[in-house]
């Protein structure tokens, strides 16, 4: 079975551009994930996913952070304009329900100049 | 509010030396969940436990097990005779066992195991 897949894997880009990153959850999970992963910390959760309906976005910054997942299935999660502190790791994660275990993928590390 | 503490930010032993990595939680739960991932250095984390907030039995899988004691809120996780493969960073994590699944993490172990 197929895990979490994401792209990029890597990206370096300015402070004030403009970056968007992909998710493709594990087939038949109906939950989706974004987690924030900086440098010597644990995971924190930005955004979750329940089918195509947002569950809990009360740690994305929406300033300039957005995401969306309108079939379903696959999500972006874009950052719009990006600031040196939005230097992380960004993870995605899927589960089959919103009490089932969370399965990550490989991540996105983004670097801000 | 809940909280996770990994108190131990770094953890160095050579290989068959059995390690104990610690974990101490928060919550006003009564229910709950713990869990455990791992992240080698490729980044993903991948998931090695979940437990119930109701079920305090210890577990064992291989060389890993876990001791669950919820009077401490601990949940700690020992690596028996250690082996290269396992250096990695060791995450403990909790959830409420009702509505979101909002996983809190703590900030995770580095384990290194020297040959």
């Known amino acids: 079975e197929a895990g979490v897949a994401q792209s990029p894997r890597y990206k370096i880009i300015e402070k004030r551009q403009s970056v968007a990153f992909w998710c493709n959850p594990i087939s038949g999970h109906a939950t989706l994930y974004w987690y924030q992963q900086i440098l010597g910390q644990g995971p924190k959760l930005l955004i979750q996913f329940q089918n195509n309906g947002v569950v809990d976005d009360s740690q994305l910054p929406k300033d300039r952070f957005s995401a969306e997942r309108l079939k379903g299935v696959d999500s972006t999660l874009k950052i719009q304009p990006a600031k040196l502190e939005d230097s992380a790791v960004y993870l995605c994660?899927?589960?089959?329900?919103?009490?089932?275990?969370?399965?990550f993928g490989p991540g996105t590390r983004l670097l801000v100049l | 509010a809940q909280k996770v503490t990994q108190a131990q930010t770094e953890i160095s032993v050579v290989g068959k030396e059995d390690v104990t990595l610690d974990c101490v939680y928060e919550?006003?739960?009564?229910?709950?969940?713990l869990f455990w991932y791992k992240q080698p250095p490729s980044g993903e984390l991948v998931f090695l436990i979940r437990r119930n907030s109701f079920d305090e039995q210890n577990e064992i899988s291989g060389r890993y097990s876990w001791n669950f004691q919820k009077s401490t809120s601990s949940f700690n996780f020992t690596i028996t005779a250690s082996q290269v493969v396992d250096s990695a960073v060791y995450f403990c994590a909790l959830s409420e066992a009702r509505g979101a699944q909002k996983l809190v993490f703590g900030q995770g172990t580095r384990l290194t195991i020297n040959p």
């Open positions: 994660a899927s589960s089959l329900g919103l009490q089932e275990t969370q399965y």
């Open positions: 919550t006003r739960d009564t229910t709950y969940y």
